[in-house]
């Protein structure tokens, strides 16, 4: 069943006890309750960069979840296989798409449209590390590729998903930034750039289209570990076990390194309609590096007598 909105003085939304919701609201004041096993149930998602590390990882939360997926890539084989592992054609379809191609994102999106009847989720996940190195002394040609990656690849799955979405008046953009998309220092120049930039898109759209019905968002994680992340501290993509350490040894959270289902669970939640009235956010998934976290303690973590003015102490 669905109700209306209602909320307690808490906060809490009510509803009448016993009923099962019925799903595939149109209402955008109402709230579904969907099994927790099902929070895309009847949802259809395109996913870019889908073959490797938090795009595959999303794409199965997102199958696990009741969607349909429309995966791009430009690893052709490892996508293949992906969709094989998902249940093939019934769950999910494979299309090459090179992000830096406009008309093939533009396939891409309509796969899903002509494919699965439409599209709810678009998540703009493909990246690299991209140039790295001084700004003095970074090619123009790798900066170009690295933006037109990151950034104009990203400007055409919002461009194209948003299109169909504003028409529905329904979906969830959600794109991937990182921690240096917050900070500077924390990435090379140009996939910092891009992430800034991606930051800057979603608030810019989720402006725009609100009135449409429409949600947009980001994720912002720390170093994950995930191919490209094993790549940078290994030397070789497929150490996710060394990577895996190396992160949890440098963790703000205790023994904990960042997973690619840590983002795949973000990029669930703002996907489904629990986040409903969440847009424009950033989401860090970052053991709390950007709000100051560390591995080390924090200054004045021991306790002492409080301090006062002239080096005086205590309260008496
Ligand atoms: N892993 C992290 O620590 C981390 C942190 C913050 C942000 N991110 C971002 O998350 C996203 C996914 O990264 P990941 O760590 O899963 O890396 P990954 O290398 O495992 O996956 C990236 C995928 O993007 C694809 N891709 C690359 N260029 C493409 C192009 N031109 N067109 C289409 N697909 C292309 C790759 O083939 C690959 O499958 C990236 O945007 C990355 O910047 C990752």
Same mark, same amino acid.
């Given at each position: ?28 004041n ?86 699965? *009847?439409? #599209?709810?989720? !678009?998540f703009?996940? =493909? @990246?690299?590390? +991209?140039?790295? /190195? %001084?700004?003095?002394? $970074?090619? &123009?040609?790798?900066?170009k590729?690295t933006?037109?990656?990151m ?19 329904? *979906?969830s #953009?959600?794109? !991937?930034?990182?921690? =240096? @998309?917050?900070? +500077?220092?924390? /990435? %090379?120049?140009?996939? $910092?750039? &891009?992430?800034h ?33 094993a790549?940078?501290?290994? @030397? ?11 992160? &949890? ?68």
């Amino acid at each position: 069943m669905r109700w209306d909105g209602g909320v307690s003085d808490i906060g809490h939304a009510i509803r009448p006890d016993g009923d099962k919701p019925a799903m595939g609201s149109a209402n955008m004041n109402t709230i579904e309750e969907h099994t927790m096993d099902q929070r895309l149930a009847n949802k259809v998602a395109v996913i870019t960069g889908a073959a490797s590390g938090i795009g595959a990882a999303t794409a199965k939360t997102y199958v696990e979840h009741g969607a349909r997926v429309v995966l791009g890539d430009i690893q052709d084989d490892l996508g293949a296989a992906l969709v094989a592992s998902l249940g093939g054609a019934e769950n999910a379809t494979f299309c090459h798409c090179d992000v830096t191609d406009e008309q093939q994102v533009e396939a891409l999106v309509e796969a899903a449209v002509t494919q699965y *009847g439409g #599209i709810d989720i !678009m998540f703009n996940c =493909a @990246g690299i590390v +991209g140039a790295v /190195g %001084p700004m003095s002394t $970074t090619p &123009a040609a790798e900066w170009k590729l690295t933006i037109d990656i990151m950034l104009n690849g990203v400007f055409y799955g919002m461009k194209h998903a948003s299109r169909h979405m504003k028409a529905a008046g329904s *979906g969830s #953009i959600i794109s !991937m930034s990182s921690t =240096a @998309g917050v900070m +500077g220092g924390l /990435g %090379p120049h140009a996939y $910092t750039a &891009a992430k800034h930039a991606v930051i800057g898109m979603t608030k810019g759209l989720a402006a725009e289209v609100g009135l449409f019905g429409v949600r947009v968002n980001c994720i912002a994680p720390a170093g994950m570990a995930t191919p490209m992340v094993a790549d940078v501290l290994t @030397g070789d993509h497929q150490k996710l076990d060394e990577t895996i350490a190396a992160l &949890a040894e440098g963790s703000p959270l205790k023994g904990r390194a960042g997973l690619a289902q840590d983002v795949a669970n973000a990029a669930l939640w703002l996907a489904s309609d629990e986040s409903g009235y969440t847009s424009g956010l950033t989401l860090t998934v970052d053991a709390g590096a950007t709000t100051g976290s560390t591995a080390a303690p924090p200054a004045f973590a021991e306790y002492e007598p409080m301090k006062r003015e002239a080096g005086r102490t205590g309260v008496e």
